[in-house]
């Protein structure tokens, strides 16, 4: 919320206040400030002047000398102006200015006729281009009026002006308003709040004359509707004051009709919408619930459907608003308006909020009205509307008014105890300086009995409970006045728990081995399980559905990490990323009943994925390295060809004493291509809850060998069906004690093998704990593996 700090000052006095105390005491107060912006730039030493005299410069068609007087002198400038003229009131930057573009005025020569200064156009002087009219945009910018030479620009101009930026929190929509940042002021300083007086001056005719009426049909979605009528109106420019406020405050002006709705909206917090009544077709509006497929342009001239779940304001034919979101412009305020309708209505704060994300628009009014805005403001904001109207003479008021507002809000009446004041904010405080801090919040307090009776406004919907009210207490009284206790109890001791720890050496030995972490959203769309070729009955579709997703592609959470790991890999594909190792670690959520009607069960999962240089041994030997970091080793990769997700050949599952961990393999080419990955990916899932019952991570200290190693090849040809598990099942049985190594060098498949037949070489290394092994004693275990695994599985050596 962006706070002019002048227009503030109408509402309380903060003169003397410098700008940086003022944010700092609001933010101490729960108002947090995002920036202090000043509207002059740096402008210096730029002043009013007039034009006394425009001569031809006598070397150059397209240049002018000028006189300026600017108070205290007359000063020559040459300039190539063309909208200027001789009486004209002009800022003139003199010898030794200072521009927003960083430019500094010296004295010069232009075509040999010297320049003491320069004439300045609105951009020059960092002036907001919404206060610029159009004939201005291109030239010097010519002052409204007459003011006194030599007088400083930036006071002229408002450009002295500190805009202050707000961030309101949710549950104070009060706030989102001048005057509601006002009274936070008051409160904050100690100082008079001052709401603006409110008095239509001049009403003629009668309501009933212009209007059929009105018919509220969904008084759920609409608690009030007010309106008024303004006649004889003429739409123009709005004057400088008020287009001034509206740019300073971020709205871009309009016209005057337009402007007073912003302005209002901008001043009380609640939004306002001017229909032209000659528009309306018979005259009369109705509110109530879109047709399903209704179809209306709204003002920034696009179509919008609409359907049964939304709001919208009509009249006898057809939609002429979106309720609470933008007006339509089969109703919009032209220059050919004569007769306008003021609607200020407070509308279901859920419904706007649905409304508003479902057609794709979201407006500074939809924005207030989406926090929830008191139903009493409605009429003083309207009034307040037509007061302008009034005062910069747009039009006349009608007299009389249609409010429909049934279930009247009323003041809610709590009581507090002064003791809880004190008990929990640990502070000595009187109950007469309670009840005066609760007063400068406009929270009419009184002392009942020992109790605080406290009349809680229906603009403060945030304030229900006693804890409230203790809270507002101690935020003006300054929490940073409170002396910090520590937190007294058991001591603790803080640590991390084993599956942080699991986790961390994870992360190590990934990133240690080249792998990128990353981090993906718990929401994903329902779709993603029809990329990956999830059958419809699978266990994965059982997931949990959101009440109130961002959106279709955040609808559900996620029962698998592998769609998200494709989503990284293929975005880095397609930016060009030739190579991508990734790991994530996040929760997914297992329905715990069919309907789901209770919570889901979160399980920790590690996921790792890579494209490009990488093959199916490049995975298994990275989850390998990191299984072995957490003290696993043992485990079995047994084939797998029933997950639709990966290729039927190259995939495995992850087991470990009958638990399976997890799955990896190649990802299947039909979901490559869903993902637009036009090369191989490969993927491992393994679960962290199920992983952490075989973790061991105490480490044994084991002795240097004492006696040489002898390593021998070997290379077997054998049925390409044949898991390499089975063969080193038979090496490691058959070496015994002997073998204290197995590493698989080579798979082949291709020329010099027949066909349906693999090449497999393994370097097998022995040692004996013992005694320094000989040739002879490697040989005779060698040739019993070598003829076990040609009983066994009928292998041949390879020549």
Partial sequence: MLIPVKWLKEYVDIEGIDNKELADRLTMSGSHVDSIDALDKGVQKVVVGKIEKIEEHPDANKLVITTIDVGEEKLQIVTGAKNINVGDYVPVALVGAKLPNGMKIKKGKLRGVESVGMLCSGQELGINENL?????????????????LGLDIKEVLGLE?????????????????????ARETAATFGKEFKYPAIKIEKEEDDIADYLEGIEVEDKDLCKRYYARVIKDVEVK????????????????????????????????????????????????????????????????????????????????KSAIAVAGVMGGANSEVSGDSKAILIESANFSSRNVRLTSRAIGLRTDASSRFEKGLDPNLAELACNRACQLVEKIEAGIVVNGHIDIYDDIVEEKVIYLRPHRVKALLDIDISVDEMVKILNRLDLEATVVEGKIEV??????????????????????????KIKPIPLIGTLTKGEKSFARIIEDNIKDVLVGLGLNQITTYSFISPKVFDKVNLPENSIKRQYVKLMN???????????????????????????????????????????????????????????????????????????????????????????????????????????????????????????????????????????????????????????????????RDIALVLDEEILVKDIERIILATGKQLIEEIKLFDVYIGEQIPKGKKSVAYSIKYRSHEKTLTDDEVSKVHDKIVNKLQESLMATLRA
């Fill in 549 to 711: 997703p961002l959106g279709e592609d955040y609808s559900v959470m996620r029962t698998t990490l592998i769609p998200n790991m494709l989503e990284v890999l293929a975005r880095n594909y397609n930016h060009g990323v030739k190579k991508a190792w990734a790991f994530d670690i996040g929760n997914i959520f297992k329905t715990t009943s069919i309907p789901v009607k209770s919570l889901p069960k979160e399980e920790k999962m590690l996921c790792i994925g890579m494209y490009g240089e990488a093959d199916y041994y490049d995975i298994k030997g990275v989850l390998d390295s990191m299984l072995e970091k957490l003290g696993i080793s043992g485990q079995e990769y047994l084939r797998e060809e029933n997950h639709n997700s990966f290729h039927p050949g190259r995939t495995a599952n992850i087991v470990k004493d009958n638990h399976v961990l997890g799955i990896i393999g190649e990802i299947h080419p039909d979901v490559l291509e869903n993902y637009g990955l036009k090369e191989r990916a490969y993927i491992a899932e393994v679960s962290l809850e199920i992983a952490q019952l075989h973790v061991n991570l105490k480490r044994k200290y084991k002795e240097l060998p004492k006696y040489p190693a002898i390593t």
């Fill in 237 to 316: 420019p709005s004057p400088l004051w008020l287009r001034r406020k509206l740019a300073e405050a971020g709205v871009r002006p309009i016209n005057n009709i337009v402007d007073i709705t912003n302005y209002v909206m901008l001043e009380l917090g609640q939004p306002l919408h001017a229909f032209d009544l000659d528009k309306i077709n018979d005259r009369k509006v109705i509110v109530r619930r879109a047709l399903e497929g209704e179809k209306i342009t709204t003002l920034d001239d696009i179509e919008r459907t609409l359907n049964n779940s939304m709001l919208a304001i009509s009249d006898t």
């Fill in 132 to 148: 610029i009219l159009k004939s201005l945009k291109d030239g010097i910018y010519i002052l409204d009026k007459e003011y006194p």
């Fill in 455 to 480: 009349k809680v406004p229906t603009f403060r919907q945030d304030i229900e409970l006693e804890a409230d009210l203790i809270e507002e207490i101690g935020r003006i009284y300054s929490f940073d």
């Fill in 161 to 181: 002006n500190v805009v202050i930026d707000f961030e309101i929190t949710p549950n104070r929509s009060d706030c989102l308003s001048i005057v509601g940042m």
